[in-house]
């Protein structure tokens, strides 16, 4: 019930904070010290996305984007930052193949402070 009243309120705030900002070109690519990102294969088709936190406030918000053989970069989810010191996001792969791209974009009031990405080929 948590994440949900949480995801809630982080679509009502982004749809806020985000109504009048044009998205970044895909070809945005900030390595951040502050953050690092693993994208593993898992059992069943799924992949797993796991990456640190940075320095958290209230306002701090993770996109998780998915990006299929170099195609525009989608947002497939969003967490709001609890103060945890790592977060997990799986993703069904659903029959894609090719090579598949996860960045986790992170915000704090609406200003990208980190994007950390990986790649993934799947034959």
Do not use: C
């Not at 998205?23 to 994208?39: F, G, M, Q």
């Amino acid at each position: 019930m948590k994440h949900i009243i949480t995801l809630a309120a982080t679509l009502f705030i982004l749809a806020v904070s985000f109504a009048d900002v044009k998205p970044y070109k895909t070809s945005l690519k900030i390595k951040s010290e502050n953050t690092s990102l693993k994208v593993s294969l898992q059992a069943a088709g799924k992949v797993s996305i796991v990456w640190t936190a940075v320095e958290e406030s209230t306002t701090t918000v993770y996109k998780i984007q998915k990006s299929v053989n170099g195609a525009e970069f989608k947002t497939i989810a969003l967490l709001m930052g609890e103060s945890n010191p790592s977060y997990t996001f799986k993703d069904k792969l659903n029959g894609v193949s090719g090579t598949i791209e996860y960045r986790v974009v992170t915000t704090d009031n609406s200003v990208v402070v980190s994007t950390s990405s990986q790649n993934v080929v799947i034959f």
